[in-house]
C-alpha cells in the first residue's frame, strides 16, 4: 500500500456519526473464518508484486518463515472515476493465489484479503458538504468494492478501509480534508471537509458491506493521518473496529517484528482512533515497504490471526 506517499454495524446512519457514537463491531460473515493452525503473529506481503520464490507451502519472501497472507487493492476511487492520475490499481494474482494455496491447502496464514483506496467526501462528483450526500458516497464505493470481489476467492474475513493522505495528483489529501470542483480535476472549491462529513461516509461505507455481505470492516491508516482528518474528538473514536496500522516502519528487513515490536523491542506499532496493540481489533501492522518507507522487496506486513478466531 502507498501509505503516505501510496473501517462500524449494520444500519449506520449519518446521525450516528453527527452524535459521535462509538459503534459495536460488524457482523461475522457466516463462511468465512480462518482455519489455519497458526495461534498468534504470521508474516505476510501487500499490494504490489512481490516474488514468493519455490513451490507450496510458500515461504515469505527475505525474512522467512511461512507465507501468511496477501492484502490487495480491490479498487481505487480515482481509477473507478476515470482520473488520468492516481488511477494505479495495487493487485497482484500470484501472491493472492499463494496466499490462498497455503490457506486452504497447508492451513497456514489468513488467506487473500481486500482494501478499498478510498475517496473522501471532498471527491464526490456530486459533492454539496452535506452528511446525506457523503452517506451516498459511502455506500456507492462500498458497493463497488463487492461487485470487484464477487467472483474471487476473499478468505481474509475483513475488508479494510483505506483511508490516507497521498500526497499525489489529483487530490493530494484523496478529498478528506478538502473539496474539488471534480472528482479529477485537482482544483480545489473548498478548503476545508468537515470531520462529521468524513465519518459519515466512513459509516455508511462500513453499513454497506455488512448489510450485503458476511465480511467486516476495518480500517487502514496511523495515528497522525487519522487525527489530521478525523480530529481528535467524537469522530475519530473507533473502538470496536479492526484497524491496520502503519506505524512506524522500517526499511531494515534485518529488523522484523516479533509480536508487535521489531527486533530489539524499542519501536512498537501505533494503532489510533483511541485503540493500542493491546485491543483485540488491533490485527495487522504494515511494519515495512509502505509510508514512504522503502525496502529493496515490497510491502510486509505482520498479522495476528488468532484475533479474527
Known sequence: MRAVTRMLSIGVLAAAAAAGLALPAAAAPAAVTPKA???GFIYGTDS????VAGSAPYKEPVIGGSYGGYMGMAGNWARQEGCKTGNFLA??????NQANVNYKNHATGVGTGVYWYLGGPGVDPHYNGTT???????KQQAAWTLAVIKTRYIPYPVIWEDIELP???P?????????????CSGVKRASSVSAVADRTELNAFASYITSHSSFKVGVYSSPLIWSSIFGTGQYSTIPNTYEWTYTPETATLASKPSGWCLK????????FGGQTSASKYAVMWQWSGGGGVRNAYGDFDQVDAARLK
Open 37 to 39: 493452525s497458526n495461534t
Open 91 to 96: 493487485w497482484a494474482p500470484a501472491n493472492a
Open 171 to 183: 487530490a493530494p489529501d484523496n478529498g478528506w480534508n478538502s473539496a474539488y470542483t471534480s472528482s
Open 264 to 271: 530489539g523491542g524499542a519501536s512498537c506499532a501505533k494503532f
Open 48 to 51: 504490489d508484486p512481490i516474488t
Open 167 to 169: 500526497g499525489i495528483a
Open 132 to 138: 446525506t450526500e457523503a452517506n451516498q458516497w459511502g
